[in-house]
């Protein structure tokens, strides 16, 4: 298989020095790079050859970064255009932004910053590209689930081997992440499929009644029960129970439930005999399971019965790729539904969607999109359709944007300090998402005075100490 060309950079500056350092620094990523110092060289070589990305100075000696922004956006806009100032403000990142550039790069800036940009920009002409094309969902949907992130596509390889065996499952996630769906997806691709699927949130239930629901009375058991009832555990017999947010269930019922897992048996309310139950437990959670085992709102025996098989749902702010595949499966959805003729999602909307933090995950995607095909009137989907959010900036997420005249130190810090919470202290993991070298990443450490509380072979979780919290 012939290897995919080097992605071609064209680096516009009048000073030497800028261009020769930026040229080594891509080079030696990979990169294909041209140099250009002025607007008209710049503009001669792009009239005769095509680049992924140009990387422009604001003041040119013979005009300015805006003007050859408007110029790559009329010619080529496919092209991204990365804006360099020293003078850097508000007033000129929105300028450069309306007029199509990808973002803004303060000098002076980092090699690790520029190549993180850099990154960020190609990733995002790849995902608008991709947005044109049609049935992009339909190519990336298994057992329902639309996506190609590595996170997302180990899921569906745990669920393909696991999902025959009778093994139960835990599935961790924030709401509206799908976990449902996951449950879903290991219920019909099991032996089981045939059976009944029986679902019930445990935080939707008054603790009174959770008892009874789950493992029905005897009649006269308690004042109202006037006949026999069976639970939902035994109505699941021979098929798969979903036991959604189990958190919330209180500590006896945990200690009930594990009797019925361990001995396949369970007395009704008010009952003197066992019966036999065969299914498959599903359990599901929107919290962190590390932290409900350390204050003891799970119980651990429970918990060791339940998640021989673990899926932890990626939110979707980590899986920005599959943001337009989900995005065309509603579009096309909503259009049937509300006999809507949407044929795509333009530029802009398209930026808007993937900077998004989506504190709502798919479920909230879904909901945008829906509003966004009702108050269409065209041919394509444009950010006025967009909820009310999408024009505060208040949610986007850093993962492109990053404030203006913000000290780089900080935002470094920052970075690292997110990526340390998010995988709770794991310094291997850490430095593997931010792409520094073990060595580089302790001496950033050092240098931010970030420190890791290193725990005993018994704690479950790492805290971070933050010097300036």
């Not at 932004?97 to 920009?121: M, Q």
């Not at 449950?183 to 029986?198: E, K």
């Not at 999408?390 to 404030?403: A, E, K, L």
């Amino acid at each position: 298989m012939t290897a995919p060309l080097p992605k071609r950079i064209l680096i516009v500056d009048d000073e030497k020095s800028v261009t020769t350092t930026l040229d080594l620094i891509l080079s030696d990523a990979g990169f294909e790079v041209l140099t250009a110092e002025s607007f008209a060289e710049s503009i001669r070589i792009l009239g005769y050859t095509s680049v992924d990305l140009v990387i422009t100075d604001l003041r040119l000696s013979d005009g300015s970064g805006i003007d050859l922004i408007t110029h790559i956006k009329r010619e080529a806009p496919n092209t991204e255009v990365i804006l360099m100032t020293a003078f850097g403000s508000v007033d000129i990142t929105i300028e450069a932004i309306k007029r199509g550039a990808y973002y803004y790069l303060e000098k002076p800036f980092t090699s690790d910053r520029l190549l993180a940009l850099v990154a960020s920009a190609l990733q995002f002409a790849n995902l608008r590209l991709e947005n044109e094309k049609p049935t992009l969902a339909e190519d990336f949907e298994t057992f329902g689930m639309i996506g190609r992130d590595p996170k997302m596509l180990k899921i569906i390889e745990k669920i393909r081997t696991a999902a025959p065996s009778g093994a139960s499952v835990l599935i961790e996630g924030e709401s509206g992440t799908g976990k449902e769906l996951i449950a879903t997806a290991f219920h019909t691709q099991s032996l089981r499929a045939s059976g009944p699927f029986i679902r019930i949130n445990c935080a939707a239930i008054p603790h009174e009644l959770i008892e009874s629901e789950l493992f029905g009375y005897k009649r006269g058991a308690f004042t109202g029960a006037d006949r026999d009832k069976r639970g939902l555990i035994e109505a699941a017999s021979g098929g798969t129970l979903l036991l959604d947010e189990i958190a919330e269930m209180p500590a006896h019922l945990q200690t009930k439930l594990l009797r019925v897992l361990q001995e396949r048996k369970l007395r009704r309310l008010g009952d003197e005999r066992e019966i036999r139950v065969n299914f498959r437990l599903v359990s599901a959670t929107n919290r962190n399971t590390v932290a409900l085992l350390k204050e003891g709102i799970l119980r651990k025996d429970l918990y060791f019965r339940i998640s021989t098989i673990k899926i932890k749902v990626p939110p979707l702010r980590e899986r920005l790729d599959d943001v337009l595949l989900i995005a065309h499966r509603f579009l096309k959805r909503f259009n049937g539904q509300y006999d809507k003729r949407i044929r795509s999602i333009s530029p802009e909307a398209v930026m808007r969607l993937v900077r998004y933090d989506w504190p709502g995950n798919v479920r909230e995607l879904e909901s945008v999109i829906e509003h966004a095909v009702l108050f269409s009137s065209g041919y394509q989907l444009l950010p006025a359709c967009l909820p009310e959010e999408f024009h505060n900036g208040r949610t986007f997420s850093s993962t492109f944007v990053i404030p203006p005249l913000v000290p780089m130190r900080e935002i470094e810090r920052e970075a690292i300090m997110q990526t340390l919470e998010r995988t709770c202290g794991n310094i291997k993991e850490s430095a593997d998402i931010l792409r520094f070298a073990r060595p580089t990443f302790y001496r950033k450490l050092k240098k931010f005075g970030i420190k890791i509380e290193r725990p005993n072979e018994s704690m479950m979780e790492r805290k971070l100490i933050n010097p300036l919290h």
